[in-house]
């Protein structure tokens, strides 16, 4: 299992992008979900995540509100739709799987078994 991260590019303060996260060979939806970032310089922090089966959401309150996770179970996808974006918002972003992960450490990125390579947002201001 090798999630990876897409969508990444250069946005104006205000805009939006959206990231997809796939991954061959295994079925996402079978796995707990998190989205993270790492800033240069900064400690990789958690974004978003949702849950399997009931699909229960967590985001941070930097984000809450302006970023939605989402899956599409029929493309085995992972969505992390983002708006408003801010300068600080920029970073590399990863997706992350789990099929294990306790729901209590569900925000800490170092809780997740398989990540892949990240995509870069660079938001401007």
């Known amino acids: 299992v090798q999630p990876q991260a897409c969508g990444g590019g250069l946005v104006q303060a205000g805009g939006s992008l959206r990231l997809s996260c796939a991954a061959s060979?295994?079925?996402?939806?079978?796995?707990?979900m998190g989205w993270f970032r790492q800033a240069p310089g900064k400690e990789r922090e958690f974004v978003a995540a949702?849950?399997?089966?009931?699909?229960?959401?967590y985001y941070p309150d930097s984000v809450k509100g302006r970023f939605t996770i989402s899956r599409d179970n029929t493309k085995n996808m992972v969505y992390l739709q983002m708006n408003s974006l801010k300068p600080e918002d920029t970073a590399v972003y990863y997706c992350?799987?789990?099929?294990?992960?306790?729901?209590?450490?569900?925000?800490?990125?170092?809780?997740?078994?398989?990540w892949g390579q990240g995509t870069l947002v660079t938001v401007s201001s």
């Open positions: 992350e799987a789990d099929s294990r992960i306790i729901l209590s450490m569900i925000r800490y990125p170092s809780a997740y078994h398989y």
């Open positions: 060979g295994c079925t996402l939806s079978s796995y707990v």
């Open positions: 949702v849950r399997r089966s009931v699909g229960i959401t």
